[in-house]
């Protein structure tokens, strides 16, 4: 959706709040009425998008689209977040309404997301994309092992992927391999450099694969920028840890 039309959808939710409502002070009840209306209209100014979402490929997987708006909790919620700054519902209230609400919703959904992905990962050894999308969640939360387990197994089914290679190389790096890290960050950035890469591939049953999954995005700045934090690593060693170690030797 483009800024201009979110500006006028915006504008359109709140021309029509004020002909349904008998006021335009800001509680409880104007959340509900804000979404009720927001939500036909959005509809209503992308029919594109709106067709886009309806032919996604069937999924077992949590989808974010399955968010619930209306219920009680995420209306407080949305009014504690936002009753300090608004008295009266206007185009701003309502544009904060939506964009807090897409916040919640987003929440939720990984918190589902990553419930299923780690559920499942381990039936599917040898789906590439399954074992991407777990290392991207372990890696994310620090759990490097666990992370370069994952990607590991999803290297053994696709070793020309810049993103399984650069991740293995971080997990490498917050291991302490660095030589090895240096090793995989360099196969990443010759595999974009020179066309090379073959992106994740999804190769097992659709109903598991997540519609809005959680990636990793790659690139030659981003691997060389990650090469040369490694670089600074080994500086920081040969200058700052390695002469404590000949001193203790002495």
């Known amino acids: 959706m483009t800024r201009q039309n979110i500006r006028r959808s915006i504008k359109e939710i709140y021309d029509t709040y004020c002909q ?51 219920s009680f909790d995420r209306t407080i919620a949305i009014y504690e977040k936002l009753e300090a700054d608004f008295t009266h519902v206007n185009p701003e209230l309502i544009k904060n309404v939506f964009e807090q609400n897409s916040k919640f919703a987003w929440i939720d959904y990984r918190k589902r997301y990553n419930d299923d992905i780690l559920s499942i990962y381990e ?85 598991i694969y997540p519609n809005y999954p959680i990636e990793y995005h790659t690139s030659a700045e981003l691997v060389r920028l990650d090469l040369n934090k490694l670089d600074n690593v080994d500086t920081f060693f040969d200058q700052n840890i390695a002469p404590m170690f000949s001193e203790l030797s002495i």
């Open 20 to 70: 349904k409502s008998y006021g335009t002070e800001f509680t409880l009840d104007s959340i509900s009425l804000i979404f009720e209306i927001g939500n036909e209209i959005f509809m209503r100014n992308n029919e594109e998008e709106l067709s886009k979402l309806m032919n996604q490929p069937i999924s077992n997987a949590p989808d974010i689209m399955d968010d619930e708006p209306y």
């Open 123 to 207: 039936n599917y050894p040898n789906d590439e994309y399954i074992n991407y999308l777990a290392a991207v969640l372990f890696l994310d939360n620090n759990q490097f092992e666990d992370a370069l387990k994952c990607i590991n197994l999803a290297i053994a089914q696709n070793n020309s992927s810049s993103l399984f290679t650069h991740i293995k190389g971080l997990c490498l790096t917050q291991s302490g391999e660095f030589d090895m890290a240096r090793t995989y960050l360099y196969q990443s950035l010759f595999l974009i450099e020179l066309l090379q890469d073959i992106p994740p591939r999804l190769k097992s049953a659709p109903e």
